[in-house]
T-cell receptor, first 115, second 113 residues
Framework: GAGVSQTPSNKVTEKGKYVELRCDPI?????LYWYRQSLGQGPEFLIY????????DSGLPNDRFFAVRPEGSVSTLKIQRTERGDSAVYLC?????????????FGPGTRLLVL | GDSVTQMEGPVTLSEEAFLTINCTYT??????LFWYVQYPGEGLQLLLK?????DKGSNKGFEATYRKETTSFHLEKGSVQVSDSAVYFC????????????FGEGTQLTVNP
């Protein structure tokens, strides 16, 4: 079956612009996660959805970042007034259930560059 | 809070050499431990995992044992191949931090023929 997909694969924008990043999880997976990976670093947690609701958004760096999952499947990460420091690879992952033992399956990522 | 520390890279080995990548962790609860691998141009893939103390995860010739007494989850492989060249990430998930994964910084492995 299809894995986690993310679009676009690359996004170049100018400082101050608004961007949306999309994630399609594996069908049937109830949990969805967003991470951010800077060059040479491990991924850092941003937000986690169980179904339609954000179960944990404590990793969002500030109120310019927001994510939704309105129907419990596709999720969109939204970044307002982008800054150069937002440049990174944004990773989405999904798992069948939530919980510390569950395997998270990652998408290929969206590489965001803010000029 | 939770944290994961990996040995600094990059690591360069010759084909058929023995590999160890060290990983130690700090967690407030009883975490599950994971090794993920990122091959060039590809996304993160689960390599192996262990969910309780003394469990051994294994896959593709790689092994790691969950050592609670030393808070470690070192990755080993007896004979590496060129195709094992990738970045390896140790990670944990802890019930006190929800379902999030906390990652180490990654170790770049290059295997030369």
């Amino acid at each position: 079956g299809a894995g986690v997909s993310q679009t676009p694969s690359n996004k170049v924008t100018e400082k101050g612009k608004y961007v949306e990043l999309r994630c399609d999880p594996i069908s049937g997976h109830t949990a969805l996660y967003w991470y951010r990976q800077s060059l040479g670093q491990g991924p850092e947690f941003l937000i986690y959805f169980q179904g339609t609701g954000a179960a944990d958004d404590s990793g969002l760096p500030n109120d310019r970042f927001f994510a939704v999952r309105p129907e419990g499947s596709v999720s969109t990460l939204k970044i307002q007034r982008t800054e150069r420091g937002d440049s990174a690879v944004y990773l989405c992952a999904s798992s069948f259930l939530s919980g510390k033992q569950e395997t998270q399956y990652f998408g290929p990522g969206t590489r965001l560059l803010v000029l | 809070g939770d944290s994961v520390t990996q040995m600094e890279g990059p690591v360069t080995l010759s084909e058929e050499a023995f590999l160890t990548i060290n990983c130690t962790y700090t967690a407030t609860g009883y975490p599950s431990l994971f090794w993920y691998v990122q091959y060039p141009g590809e996304g993160l893939q689960l390599l192996l995992k262990a969910t309780k103390a003394d469990d051994k995860g294994s896959n593709k010739g790689f092994e790691a044992t969950y050592r609670k007494e030393t808070t470690s989850f070192h990755l080993e492989k007896g004979s590496v191949q060129v195709s094992d060249s990738a970045v390896y990430f140790c990670a944990l998930s802890d019930e006190t931090s929800g379902s999030r994964l906390t990652f180490g910084e990654g170790t770049q492995l290059t295997v030369n023929p």
